[in-house]
Protein backbone atom coordinates (compact mmCIF):
# COMPACT_ATOMS: atom_id res chain seq x y z
CA UNK A 1 0.00 0.00 0.00
CA UNK A 2 1.21 3.46 -0.74
CA UNK A 3 -0.40 6.84 -0.09
CA UNK A 4 -0.11 8.88 -3.52
CA UNK A 5 3.19 11.32 -3.15
CA UNK A 6 1.56 14.55 -1.73
CA UNK A 7 3.08 17.35 -0.08
CA UNK A 8 2.74 16.06 3.42
CA UNK A 9 5.29 15.92 5.92
CA UNK A 10 6.81 12.02 6.05
CA UNK A 11 5.89 12.02 9.81
CA UNK A 12 2.37 12.85 8.62
CA UNK A 13 2.38 10.36 5.77
CA UNK A 14 3.58 7.55 7.86
CA UNK A 15 0.67 8.39 10.55
CA UNK A 16 -1.89 7.78 7.93
CA UNK A 17 -0.29 4.90 6.43
CA UNK A 18 0.39 3.43 9.48
CA UNK A 19 -4.01 3.55 10.62
CA UNK A 20 -4.16 1.86 7.28
CA UNK A 21 -2.28 -1.12 7.69
CA UNK A 22 -3.43 -1.15 10.93
CA UNK A 23 -7.03 -1.93 9.29
CA UNK A 24 -8.52 1.07 10.12
CA UNK A 25 -10.44 2.02 7.45
CA UNK A 26 -10.96 5.37 6.27
CA UNK A 27 -13.98 7.29 7.61
CA UNK A 28 -17.17 7.25 6.10
CA UNK A 29 -17.24 10.75 4.00
CA UNK A 30 -19.08 12.25 1.59
CA UNK A 31 -16.98 15.24 0.54
CA UNK A 32 -18.47 18.59 -1.35
CA UNK A 33 -17.21 21.00 -3.71
CA UNK A 34 -18.22 23.86 -5.25
CA UNK A 35 -16.46 25.55 -7.92
CA UNK A 36 -13.35 24.34 -9.45
CA UNK A 37 -10.80 27.07 -11.07
CA UNK A 38 -8.12 26.55 -13.57
CA UNK A 39 -6.21 29.26 -10.64
CA UNK A 40 -6.92 30.31 -7.32
CA UNK A 41 -9.85 32.19 -6.68
CA UNK A 42 -10.85 34.53 -3.95
CA UNK A 43 -13.55 32.67 -2.93
CA UNK A 44 -12.91 30.33 -0.23
CA UNK A 45 -15.52 27.64 -1.65
CA UNK A 46 -13.45 27.58 -5.02
CA UNK A 47 -10.59 24.90 -5.58
CA UNK A 48 -8.29 25.23 -8.48
CA UNK A 49 -7.30 22.24 -10.65
CA UNK A 50 -4.67 20.83 -8.85
CA UNK A 51 -5.96 20.82 -5.65
CA UNK A 52 -8.80 18.99 -6.93
CA UNK A 53 -6.42 16.76 -8.51
CA UNK A 54 -4.73 15.96 -5.67
CA UNK A 55 -7.40 15.21 -3.66
CA UNK A 56 -9.30 12.84 -6.05
CA UNK A 57 -5.90 11.16 -6.07
CA UNK A 58 -6.26 10.72 -1.96
CA UNK A 59 -9.79 9.42 -2.23
CA UNK A 60 -8.82 6.80 -5.00
CA UNK A 61 -6.46 5.35 -2.75
CA UNK A 62 -8.07 5.72 0.33
CA UNK A 63 -11.27 3.97 -1.08
CA UNK A 64 -9.16 0.49 -2.00
CA UNK A 65 -8.53 0.58 1.70
CA UNK A 66 -12.57 0.10 2.39
CA UNK A 67 -13.64 -3.52 3.41
CA UNK A 68 -16.22 -4.79 1.37
CA UNK A 69 -19.43 -3.73 2.14
CA UNK A 70 -18.89 -0.04 3.22
CA UNK A 71 -19.33 3.05 1.45
CA UNK A 72 -16.13 4.36 0.35
CA UNK A 73 -15.64 8.34 0.34
CA UNK A 74 -18.01 10.11 -2.31
CA UNK A 75 -17.55 13.08 -3.93
CA UNK A 76 -20.04 15.57 -4.85
CA UNK A 77 -20.48 19.16 -5.86
CA UNK A 78 -23.15 21.37 -5.36
CA UNK A 79 -24.43 24.67 -7.54
CA UNK A 80 -24.22 22.89 -10.89
CA UNK A 81 -21.23 25.49 -12.22
CA UNK A 82 -19.92 24.93 -15.33
CA UNK A 83 -16.73 24.53 -14.18
CA UNK A 84 -17.77 21.04 -12.64
CA UNK A 85 -18.32 19.87 -15.93
CA UNK A 86 -15.57 21.60 -18.13
CA UNK A 87 -12.71 21.30 -14.81
CA UNK A 88 -13.82 18.79 -12.39
CA UNK A 89 -15.44 16.05 -14.93
CA UNK A 90 -11.85 15.28 -16.76
CA UNK A 91 -10.44 14.77 -13.29
CA UNK A 92 -12.90 12.59 -12.32
CA UNK A 93 -12.68 10.28 -15.41
CA UNK A 94 -8.80 10.15 -14.83
CA UNK A 95 -9.01 8.84 -11.19
CA UNK A 96 -12.04 7.00 -12.18
CA UNK A 97 -14.29 8.24 -9.65
CA UNK A 98 -18.16 8.91 -10.00
CA UNK A 99 -20.05 11.72 -8.35
CA UNK A 100 -23.02 13.36 -7.36
CA UNK A 101 -23.71 16.42 -8.85
CA UNK A 102 -26.61 18.70 -6.76
CA UNK A 103 -27.82 21.28 -9.41
CA UNK A 104 -29.96 24.17 -8.86
CA UNK A 105 -32.96 23.30 -11.29
CA UNK A 106 -33.91 26.55 -12.05
CA UNK A 107 -30.46 27.84 -13.46
CA UNK A 108 -29.77 25.26 -15.34
CA UNK A 109 -28.54 26.51 -18.67
CA UNK A 110 -29.84 29.90 -17.88
CA UNK A 111 -26.19 31.69 -17.80
CA UNK A 112 -22.96 30.94 -18.88
CA UNK A 113 -21.35 30.13 -15.28
CA UNK A 114 -24.29 26.93 -14.70
CA UNK A 115 -24.17 23.43 -16.90
CA UNK A 116 -27.13 22.88 -19.29
CA UNK A 117 -29.38 20.20 -20.28
CA UNK A 118 -26.68 18.53 -22.67
CA UNK A 119 -23.56 18.45 -19.83
CA UNK A 120 -26.23 16.99 -17.39
CA UNK A 121 -26.97 14.18 -20.06
CA UNK A 122 -23.56 13.56 -20.62
CA UNK A 123 -22.65 13.28 -16.59
CA UNK A 124 -25.49 10.92 -16.40
CA UNK A 125 -24.19 9.14 -19.30
CA UNK A 126 -20.54 9.13 -17.92
CA UNK A 127 -21.91 6.70 -14.80
CA UNK A 128 -22.43 10.14 -12.33
CA UNK A 129 -25.75 10.93 -10.26
CA UNK A 130 -27.42 14.17 -10.95
CA UNK A 131 -29.46 15.24 -7.80
CA UNK A 132 -31.35 18.36 -6.41
CA UNK A 133 -30.18 21.03 -4.54
CA UNK A 134 -33.60 22.96 -5.21
CA UNK A 135 -35.07 24.99 -7.53
CA UNK A 136 -33.40 29.02 -6.77
CA UNK A 137 -30.89 28.23 -4.11
CA UNK A 138 -33.38 29.61 -0.88
CA UNK A 139 -32.81 28.58 2.14
CA UNK A 140 -35.48 26.04 2.90
CA UNK A 141 -35.94 26.82 6.08
CA UNK A 142 -37.43 30.22 5.33
CA UNK A 143 -39.77 28.75 2.78
CA UNK A 144 -43.18 29.14 3.18
CA UNK A 145 -45.90 26.01 2.59
CA UNK A 146 -45.84 26.83 -1.13
CA UNK A 147 -42.25 27.82 -1.65
CA UNK A 148 -41.13 24.79 0.01
CA UNK A 149 -42.90 22.37 -2.35
CA UNK A 150 -42.06 24.72 -5.32
CA UNK A 151 -37.98 24.01 -4.52
CA UNK A 152 -38.73 20.35 -3.65
CA UNK A 153 -41.34 19.12 -6.50
CA UNK A 154 -40.68 21.47 -9.08
CA UNK A 155 -36.87 21.10 -9.08
CA UNK A 156 -37.35 17.29 -8.63
CA UNK A 157 -39.96 17.04 -11.31
CA UNK A 158 -37.96 19.18 -13.95
CA UNK A 159 -34.05 17.30 -13.25
CA UNK A 160 -35.99 13.93 -13.78
CA UNK A 161 -37.84 15.34 -17.13
CA UNK A 162 -34.45 16.49 -17.97
CA UNK A 163 -32.08 13.89 -17.84
CA UNK A 164 -34.79 10.95 -18.11
CA UNK A 165 -33.50 9.38 -14.46
CA UNK A 166 -35.32 9.55 -11.18
CA UNK A 167 -34.09 11.88 -8.20
CA UNK A 168 -33.73 10.37 -4.91
CA UNK A 169 -31.63 13.20 -3.27
CA UNK A 170 -31.58 16.56 -2.05
CA UNK A 171 -28.94 19.08 -0.90
CA UNK A 172 -30.06 21.98 1.51
CA UNK A 173 -29.17 25.33 0.12
CA UNK A 174 -26.36 26.29 2.72
CA UNK A 175 -26.89 23.39 4.54
CA UNK A 176 -29.80 24.46 6.46
CA UNK A 177 -32.86 21.93 7.17
CA UNK A 178 -35.03 21.48 10.42
CA UNK A 179 -37.72 18.91 10.91
CA UNK A 180 -40.32 20.76 8.62
CA UNK A 181 -37.87 20.94 5.87
CA UNK A 182 -37.41 16.61 6.82
CA UNK A 183 -40.77 15.61 6.71
CA UNK A 184 -41.29 18.28 3.28
CA UNK A 185 -38.28 15.99 1.47
CA UNK A 186 -40.31 12.75 2.37
CA UNK A 187 -43.65 13.63 1.20
CA UNK A 188 -42.02 15.09 -2.07
CA UNK A 189 -40.49 11.48 -2.70
CA UNK A 190 -36.71 12.00 -1.77
CA UNK A 191 -35.02 9.13 0.21
CA UNK A 192 -32.01 11.42 1.54
CA UNK A 193 -31.30 15.08 2.69
CA UNK A 194 -27.67 15.86 1.92
CA UNK A 195 -26.48 18.41 4.75
CA UNK A 196 -23.40 20.85 5.69
CA UNK A 197 -22.52 19.38 8.36
CA UNK A 198 -20.14 16.14 8.28
CA UNK A 199 -21.58 14.80 11.62
CA UNK A 200 -25.12 14.91 10.48
CA UNK A 201 -27.14 11.49 10.93
CA UNK A 202 -30.89 10.41 10.93
CA UNK A 203 -32.70 9.40 13.59
CA UNK A 204 -35.79 9.08 12.62
CA UNK A 205 -36.36 6.01 10.65
CA UNK A 206 -39.53 7.04 8.92
CA UNK A 207 -37.85 10.75 7.33
CA UNK A 208 -35.73 10.52 4.27
CA UNK A 209 -31.92 9.43 5.14
CA UNK A 210 -30.14 12.29 6.41
CA UNK A 211 -26.52 12.22 4.99
CA UNK A 212 -23.69 14.61 6.46
CA UNK A 213 -21.01 15.67 4.36
CA UNK A 214 -17.79 17.54 4.72
CA UNK A 215 -17.70 20.89 2.90
CA UNK A 216 -14.21 21.65 1.31
CA UNK A 217 -12.69 24.91 1.45
CA UNK A 218 -9.49 25.99 0.04
CA UNK A 219 -7.37 25.77 3.34
CA UNK A 220 -8.26 21.97 3.31
CA UNK A 221 -5.27 20.74 1.32
CA UNK A 222 -4.61 17.19 0.07
CA UNK A 223 -2.71 16.74 4.04
CA UNK A 224 -5.30 18.04 5.68
CA UNK A 225 -7.99 15.85 3.72
CA UNK A 226 -6.40 12.92 4.10
CA UNK A 227 -5.65 13.14 8.09
CA UNK A 228 -9.66 13.97 8.54
CA UNK A 229 -10.45 10.62 6.57
CA UNK A 230 -7.81 8.62 8.77
CA UNK A 231 -8.63 10.28 11.81
CA UNK A 232 -9.01 8.29 15.07
CA UNK A 233 -12.50 8.65 17.39
CA UNK A 234 -10.93 10.77 19.78
CA UNK A 235 -9.70 12.99 17.49
CA UNK A 236 -13.61 13.41 15.88
CA UNK A 237 -14.66 14.06 18.95
CA UNK A 238 -12.89 16.97 19.36
CA UNK A 239 -13.46 17.77 15.33
CA UNK A 240 -16.99 18.27 16.51
CA UNK A 241 -16.48 21.00 18.29
CA UNK A 242 -16.24 23.86 15.62
CA UNK A 243 -19.52 22.34 14.11
CA UNK A 244 -21.24 23.16 17.94
CA UNK A 245 -20.23 26.07 18.04
CA UNK A 246 -21.09 27.36 14.32
CA UNK A 247 -24.95 26.43 15.33
CA UNK A 248 -24.50 28.08 18.25
CA UNK A 249 -23.19 31.70 17.13
CA UNK A 250 -26.03 31.21 14.05
CA UNK A 251 -28.51 30.51 16.62
CA UNK A 252 -27.30 33.79 18.69
CA UNK A 253 -26.86 36.10 15.47
CA UNK A 254 -28.95 34.90 13.04
CA UNK A 255 -29.80 33.93 9.78
CA UNK A 256 -29.06 37.26 8.08
CA UNK A 257 -26.32 38.45 10.14
CA UNK A 258 -24.26 35.23 9.88
CA UNK A 259 -25.24 34.85 6.41
CA UNK A 260 -22.95 38.58 5.60
CA UNK A 261 -19.98 37.48 8.02
CA UNK A 262 -20.10 34.41 5.97
CA UNK A 263 -20.04 36.05 3.19
CA UNK A 264 -16.88 38.17 4.28
CA UNK A 265 -15.49 35.46 5.18
CA UNK A 266 -15.82 33.38 2.42
CA UNK A 267 -15.30 36.17 -0.35
CA UNK A 268 -18.70 35.42 -1.99
CA UNK A 269 -20.28 38.36 -4.25
CA UNK A 270 -23.01 36.69 -5.60
CA UNK A 271 -26.14 38.06 -5.45
CA UNK A 272 -28.56 35.11 -4.36
CA UNK A 273 -30.05 34.64 -1.15
CA UNK A 274 -30.08 38.32 0.06
CA UNK A 275 -33.95 38.53 -0.74
CA UNK A 276 -34.80 35.73 1.08
CA UNK A 277 -32.85 36.67 3.71
CA UNK A 278 -34.34 39.64 3.62
CA UNK A 279 -37.52 38.60 3.50
CA UNK A 280 -37.41 36.16 6.25
CA UNK A 281 -36.04 39.52 8.61
CA UNK A 282 -39.78 40.89 7.60
CA UNK A 283 -40.82 38.05 9.48
CA UNK A 284 -42.31 36.03 6.07
CA UNK A 285 -41.12 32.55 5.56
CA UNK A 286 -41.64 30.99 8.88
CA UNK A 287 -37.90 31.72 10.28
CA UNK A 288 -39.33 30.70 13.54
CA UNK A 289 -41.51 28.16 12.83
CA UNK A 290 -39.12 25.23 13.69
CA UNK A 291 -35.78 26.07 14.88
CA UNK A 292 -33.16 24.18 13.13
CA UNK A 293 -31.79 21.29 14.77
CA UNK A 294 -28.98 20.99 12.76
CA UNK A 295 -26.34 22.66 10.03
ZN1 LIG B 1 -25.45 25.81 -2.86
Known amino acids: MSLP ?3 MEPRENARAERLLMRGQAPRDAVLTYHEICPAP ?12 DEHLRVVKELSLHCPAGRPAVTVSFDDGHLSNYSHALPLLERHDCRATFFVLAGRIGRDERSMN ?3 LRELVSRGHRVESHGWSHRLLTHCTGAELREELIRSKKTIEDGIGRLVGAISAPHGRWNRRVLQACGAAGYESLFTSDPWSRSRDPQSPRLVGRLIVVQKMDARRLLKWLTMGPTEARVRRIPYAL ?6 TLGDRT ?3 LWSLWSGWEGPDDA ?13 NEDPPVSQ
Do not use: E, F, K, P
Not at 41 to 52: A, E, F, I, T
Not at 275 to 287: H, K, Q
Open 5 to 7: ALH
Open 117 to 119: WMH
Open 258 to 260: YYR
Open 275 to 287: DNLARAATGRGGL
Open 246 to 251: RRMVRS
Open 41 to 52: SRYSYSLDVGQL
